[in-house]
């Protein structure tokens, strides 16, 4: 028996779409990761980028379990003197919810030359209403 390895002619990509007020924003991030890589598919290849398209809607409803609303920060830092900037997680998701769920999934993909082209096929709505109905994308509970 032979160990089976993917061409890239092979890939056939699907795409899903999932509802951010469903689940914790940690869980939604592994499912998201994991549908990005393709590990849920039985011809999961490591060095060939397999992945799905996943569309995730009302991101502006994330949840978050603990106090991490108001304890979160996310930092950045300018490189100057006194330029480190810090947003907690309710005002992040104010001004843009779809880097919250960006960053988290980010950081559950692999760092790795896949990693950027995996995450473009990430596409975050604020909002209910998302504009790849053209698509036919299967909803995941």
């Known amino acids: 028996m032979k160990t089976y390895s993917q061409k890239s002619s092979e890939i056939n990509r699907e795409w899903f779409v999932i509802d951010a007020s469903s689940m914790p924003l940690g869980k939604l991030a592994v499912i998201i990761a994991d549908k990005l890589m393709g590990k849920s598919k039985v011809t999961y290849t490591p060095h060939i980028d397999n992945g799905d398209y996943v569309i995730v809607v009302n991101a502006k409803k994330v ?79």
Request: hydrophobic share 35%; no cysteine; net charge positive.
């Open 63 to 141: 949840q978050v379990s603990g106090n991490k609303m108001t304890d979160k920060m996310y930092r950045r830092h300018s490189g100057y003197p006194g330029g480190l900037k810090e947003l907690k997680l309710e005002e992040v998701i104010e001004k843009d919810p779809a880097h919250v769920i960006k960053n988290a999934v980010k950081g559950m993909l692999p760092k790795n030359k896949l990693a950027a082209e995996r995450l473009k096929r990430l596409r975050v709505f604020a909002g209910a209403e998302h504009t790849h109905a053209a698509q036919n994308p299967k909803e995941i509970k």
